[in-house]
T-cell receptor, first 114, second 112 residues
Framework: GAGVSQSPSNKVTEKGKDVELRCDPISGHTALYWYRQSLGQGLEFLIYFQGNSAPDKSGLPSDRFSAERTGGSVSTLTIQRTQQEDSAVYLC????????????FGPGTRLTVL | QKEVEQNSGPLSVPEGAIASLNCTYS??????FFWYRQYSGKSPELIMSIYSNGDKEDGRFTAQLNKASQYVSLLIRDSQPSDSATYLC????????????FGSGTQLTVLP
């Protein structure tokens, strides 16, 4: 079946602009996660959605970052007033809600802030 | 102290050899452990999950977990050049959090 999809695959923006990144999880997966991976850095957790529960936003680095998930499926990560340090690959993952919590990643969006 | 530690490598092994990748974690209550493979320029791909002490085998891959020592490893038998990638260890911490904590990865090169 189809895996996690993300769009766009690449995004170049100017400092100070807002960007929106999209994630479409695997069908039937109710849990959705956003991570980011910077050059030389490990994978860093950003936010987690589970069904209709309030999201876990504990990993968001600043209030310029926000995310929503509509209808329990597609999610959008928004970064306002982008800064150069926001340049990274933004990865979305999804999982079934089960004890094993196996997470499957999408191809990522490479964000470059000039 | 990092929560999940891996030797960054690079680790080089000859084709056909066994590659051994190691990971330690700090949260003693962690319950779920995963190995991801990440090719350059690609996203992480789940290759193994392990939840209880002992070994778990899947094809050429064996994951080993020792909760008392807070240690998890991945063995790759009959290594192939196509196994050359960065291997990420990931741990789900104790408590209600579902997100994974990742190590910084070990870069493996299999020499033909």
């Amino acid at each position: 079946g189809a895996g996690v999809s993300q769009s766009p695959s690449n995004k170049v923006t100017e400092k100070g602009k807002d960007v929106e990144l999209r994630c479409d999880p695997i069908s039937g997966h109710t849990a959705l996660y956003w991570y980011r991976q910077s050059l030389g850095q490990g994978l860093e957790f950003l936010i987690y959605f589970q069904g209709n529960s309030a999201p876990d936003k504990s990993g968001l680095p600043s209030d310029r970052f926000s995310a929503e998930r509509t209808g329990g499926s597609v999610s959008t990560l928004t970064i306002q007033r982008t800064q150069q340090e926001d340049s990274a690959v933004y990865l979305c993952a999804s999982s079934l809600v089960a004890a094993n919590n196996e997470q499957f990643f999408g191809p990522g969006t490479r964000l470059t802030v000039l | 102290q990092k929560e999940v530690e891996q030797n960054s490598g690079p680790l080089s092994v000859p084709e056909g050899a066994i590659a051994s990748l190691n990971c330690t974690y700090s949260d003693r209550g962690s319950q779920s452990f995963f190995w991801y493979r990440q090719y350059s320029g690609k996203s992480p791909e789940l290759i193994m999950s392990i939840y209880s002490n002992g070994d778990k085998e899947d094809g050429r891959f064996t994951a080993q977990l020792n909760k008392a020592s807070q240690y998890v490893s991945l063995l790759i038998r009959d290594s192939q050049p196509s196994d050359s990638a960065t291997y990420l260890c990931a741990v789900r911490p104790s408590g209600s959090a579902r997100q994974l904590t990742f190590g910084s990865g070990t870069q493996l090169t299999v020499l033909p």
